[in-house]
T-cell receptor, first 113, second 116 residues
Framework: NAGVTQTPKFRILKIGQSMTLQCTQD?????MYWYRQDPGMGLKLIYY???????DKGEVPNGYNVSRSTTEDFPLRLELAAPSQTSVYFC????????????FGSGTRLTVV | AQSVTQPDIHITVSEGASLELRCNYS??????LFWYVQSPGQGLQLLLK??????LVQGIKGFEAEFKRSQSSFNLRKPSVHWSDAAEYFC??????????????FGTGTLLAVQP
């Protein structure tokens, strides 16, 4: 099983550019999440979704947007990239009950210069 | 507000020695607790989880953790560390089942180095 697939793995953006981080899961999970990981800071929740068509803000949503048109896909959009968005981004998914915790993708390392 | 504290940023142990990684949480109700491991350049992998029942839980790779309500702790242990255990370890608390509250709050992580 593929689990949670994130693309790209690495990306360098210039300040002010935009991009979309892709996330796809094949486990039919209702819940999907986007986290960013910064050194010594743990993981911070950006956005999450409880099902197709439903999204909500997490702890650090500013500068990001999401959509959830299907159960499988949960892309994260960065508009007007800033150096503060340099980070490693993880997508994750879980069942409704969350009994098995989250399944994480392998991450996207983004550098904004 | 809910929070998770991992007091040790970095720990070094010798191969074959025992290991204990500390995790303390702040949460008003019975928490759902998790330990994840992250190898360099990889995503996070679930080691073990506690939902209810027996307070000593077993996980993959020979790890175990004990939930102590009186101490608000969920420490991770392994009797004998292998070089392949070198990684970063994250404790997390789940704030509820289902609905909008099914989110995990992560600690800042403990980086484990293993000396030969």
């Amino acid at each position: 099983n593929a689990g949670v697939t994130q693309t790209p793995k690495f990306r360098i953006l210039k300040i002010g550019q935009s991009m979309t981080l892709q996330c796809t899961q094949d486990m039919n999970h209702n819940y999907m999440y986007w986290y960013r990981q910064d050194p010594g800071m743990g993981l911070k929740l950006i956005y999450y979704s409880v099902g197709a068509g439903i999204t909500d803000k997490g702890e650090v949503p500013n500068g990001y947007n999401v959509s959830r048109s299907t159960t499988e896909d949960f892309p994260l959009r960065l508009e007007l990239a800033a150096p503060s968005q340099t980070s490693v981004y993880f997508c994750a998914s879980s069942t409704l009950a969350g009994e098995n915790g989250y399944t994480f993708g392998s991450g996207t390392r983004l550098t904004v210069v | 507000a809910q929070s998770v504290t991992q007091p040790d940023i970095h720990i070094t142990v010798s191969e074959g020695a025992s290991l204990e990684l500390r995790c303390n949480y702040s949460y008003g109700a019975t928490p759902y607790l998790f330990w994840y491991v992250q190898s360099p350049g990889q995503g996070l992998q679930l080691l073990l989880k506690y939902f209810s029942g027996d307070t000593l839980v077993q996980g993959i790779k020979g790890f175990e953790a004990e939930f102590k309500r009186s101490q608000s702790s969920f420490n991770l242990r392994k009797p004998s560390v292998h070089w392949s255990d070198a990684a970063e370890y994250f404790c997390a608390v789940g704030t509820g089942y289902g609905g909008a509250t099914n989110k995990l709050i992560f600690g800042t992580g403990t980086l484990l180095a293993v000396q030969p």
